[in-house]
Nanobody
Framework: QVQLVESGGGLVQPGGSLRLSCAAS????????MGWFRQATGKEREFVAR?????????YYADSVKGRFTISRDNAKNTVYLQMNSLKPEDTAVYYC??????????????WGQGTQVTVSS
C-alpha cells in the first residue's frame, strides 16, 4: 500500500509558477513509477506527466504542458515534484499524484492522492 499527499497548489496569475509536491509513504517509493494528472471542472481526468522509477530515468509529458512543466523525484525524500512555469488559465484544475502505473490513462494507476487545487487567474 502507498499513501500519497499532494501540496503546493494555490492561486497564481497567468505566466506565474508553482511547484507541486507529492509525499509518499508505505511501500518502497523508489520502486514505483509516478505520475501527475489533472481534472478541470466538468472534464475528465487527464494525463499531465510521468516519471519512471529509477533515478535519472525517463520523463513523459502531455503536449499541452511540454516545455512548461517538469516532473522530478527525490527517492531519498519519497517525494515527486511538478514544477509548473508559464501557467495559463487553462491549467486550472485539481492536480493529482498517482503511483503504480506507467501509462497515460488514470485506470493504469493503482494509488492516488487527494488532489490539490491550482487556479490560474488574474
Amino acid at each position: 500500500q502507498v499513501q500519497l499527499v499532494e501540496s503546493g497548489g494555490g492561486l497564481v496569475q497567468p505566466g506565474g509558477s508553482l511547484r507541486l509536491s507529492c509525499a509518499a509513504s508505505g511501500r518502497t517509493f523508489s520502486n514505483y513509477p509516478m505520475g501527475w494528472f489533472r481534472q478541470a471542472t466538468g472534464k475528465e481526468r487527464e494525463f499531465v506527466a510521468r516519471i519512471t522509477w529509477w533515478l535519472g530515468g525517463s520523463t513523459y509529458y502531455a503536449d499541452s504542458v511540454k516545455g512548461r512543466f517538469t516532473i522530478s523525484r527525490d527517492n531519498a525524500k519519497n517525494t515527486v515534484y511538478l514544477q509548473m512555469n508559464s501557467l495559463k488559465p487553462e491549467d486550472t484544475a485539481v492536480y493529482y499524484c498517482a503511483a503504480g502505473g506507467s501509462g497515460y490513462r488514470p485506470d493504469e494507476y493503482e494509488y492516488w492522492g487527494q488532489g490539490t487545487q491550482v487556479t490560474v487567474s488574474s
